[in-house]
Structure formats: structure tokens, C-alpha cells
């Protein structure tokens, strides 16, 4: 019987004072070694299509409202946000990915329900 990899989601938190606190965001942080050498030699190129559509697939859920509206987390729906919302939430997403010592990025454990 072989090692079982299990899904890692993060729970993206803002801290107080920032203009997201309040938001809550559940992202996946897997992905494959393949797809994140692509996006990453998109990325160096200038296209920036390539790290909005991984951050895109790995929106699980979030509490996001902009202009009275529920938007979905979906790429639709970030392409409905501001530009700084998705760069704040893609910057998050990125530094969870990272493994770097967060106060924001609380990694969930298997059995975990969305919000």
C-alpha cells in the first residue's frame, strides 16, 4: 500500500486594517509540477494569462461582494473584481503555494468543509 497524497486547501485571511480583512478565501495549493513549469515560463514571458487561470482553478470558495453582488468564484467572477482585488488574492494564493510562514494562509485539514 502506497503513500496517500490528500488535496491541501488554505483558508486566505486578511489581516486587520487591510482592505480585504474580512474576506475569506479557499484556494487549492495543488499543483502538478507540470503545470506549474508552464505557468511559471508564461509567466517570465509578460503573459500573465497563464497565473490568472491557475489561480482561477484553484478558487474552492469565497465571501466576495463587489457593488451589492455576489460574485462567484469562478475566473468570471475575478474578471468582474478590480484588478488590485485579483492581484491582492493572486499574491496570497502564490505565498501560501510558497510554503512561506503566513499569518493570512491557514491550511486546512482533509475533511474540512467549505465555507
Known amino acids: 500500500m502506497g ?3 490528500e ?12 482592505a ?5 478565501v479557499r484556494v487549492s495549493l495543488d499543483m502538478t509540477l507540470d503545470e506549474h513549469e508552464e505557468m ?3 509567466s517570465r514571458t509578460g503573459d500573465a494569462s497563464a497565473l490568472v487561470a491557475r489561480f482561477a482553478a484553484s ?9 451589492g453582488e455576489k460574485i462567484p468564484a ?5 474578471g468582474r473584481l478590480p484588478s488590485w482585488v485579483a492581484d491582492e488574492l493572486t499574491g496570497a494564493w502564490l505565498r501560501a503555494r510558497g510554503g512561506l510562514p503566513l499569518a493570512n494562509a491557514k491550511p486546512s485539514t ?4 467549505p465555507a
Open 74 to 78: 469562478t475566473r468570471e467572477g475575478l
Open 20 to 24: 480585504l480583512h474580512g474576506a475569506t
Open 110 to 113: 482533509p475533511g474540512d468543509t
Open 40 to 42: 511559471l515560463a508564461k
Open 3 to 5: 503513500f496517500k497524497l
Open 7 to 18: 488535496p491541501t486547501v488554505a483558508v486566505l485571511e486578511f489581516a486587520e486594517g487591510h
Open 59 to 67: 478558487l474552492e470558495s469565497w465571501d466576495i461582494e463587489w457593488k
